[in-house]
């Protein structure tokens, strides 16, 4: 069965670059064509979309964040990546990776990792 | 690209229902039939619970259903339980192969 775990520095000071890892455990990250996201929730407040990498390799950000987001994939370690740079007190959040099949036309989140807490402070 | 619109809180009593409404504009959820819902208990992550407006992944009670009218979706939650206590959020294709998520909504069963 399909896992996903988030690992990462849980403490980031302001204007350095959050970064985070997604591995993927009990498959491929390859395989089925999916795409895999990034949302991030913070204390006590609603969801929001970061982005996602699509299968072929293309990247999608939520305009609120395109300037300061890269999204990236590493095959051979079956993991993807989330960089964060410039980062505020406001990018203080629980950081959820998720599986998107938006590449097979589904347009929803299936599987979500268990999410990590990344505080920004100096 | 702003948040969906979703009720603070709703409540109920166990075996009533209960309906979350989620509004957007003719730019996301008028526009498209990709509304889906999840459900977020205390310190977990959330779970896809409605896809595609009213579709069920398997796994999901039949007490869960999802509609849509113009610019607003609903969740309809029937025969209220108590482990259906959690917050709950919608989510839109919003154009420009993007999303947007609701800003969510409290679900107390009384």
């Known amino acids: 069965q399909l896992q996903l775990q988030e690992s990462g520095s849980g403490l980031v000071k302001p204007s350095q670059t959050l970064s985070l890892t997604c591995a993927v455990s009990g498959g491929s990250i390859s395989s089925g064509g999916y795409s895999w996201s990034w949302i991030r929730q913070p204390p006590g407040k609603g969801l929001e979309w970061i982005g996602y990498?699509?299968?072929?390799?293309?990247?999608y950000y939520n305009p609120s964040l395109k300037s300061r987001v890269t999204i990236s994939v590493d095959r051979s370690k079956n993991q993807f990546s989330l960089k964060l740079s410039s980062v505020t007190a406001a990018d203080t959040a629980v950081y959820y990776c998720a599986r998107f099949p938006v590449s097979l036309g589904y347009w929803y989140f299936d599987l979500w990792g268990r999410g990590t807490l990344v505080t920004v402070s100096s | 690209q702003s948040a969906l619109t979703q009720p603070a809180s709703v409540s109920g009593s166990p075996g009533q229902s209960i309906t979350i409404s989620c509004t957007g504009t003719?730019?996301?959820?008028?526009?498209?039939?990709?509304v889906s819902w999840y459900q977020q208990h205390p310190g977990k992550a959330p779970k896809l619970m409605i896809y595609e407006v009213s579709k069920r992944p398997s796994g999901v009670s039949n007490r869960f259903s999802g509609s849509k009218s113009g610019n607003t979706a609903s969740l309809t939650i029937s025969g209220l339980q108590a482990e259906d206590e959690a917050d709950y959020y919608c989510c839109s294709y919003a154009g420009s192969s993007s999303v947007v998520f609701g800003g969510g909504t409290k679900l107390t069963v009384l």
């Open positions: 003719s730019s996301d959820v008028g526009s498209y039939n990709l």
């Open positions: 990498i699509y299968h072929s390799g293309s990247t």
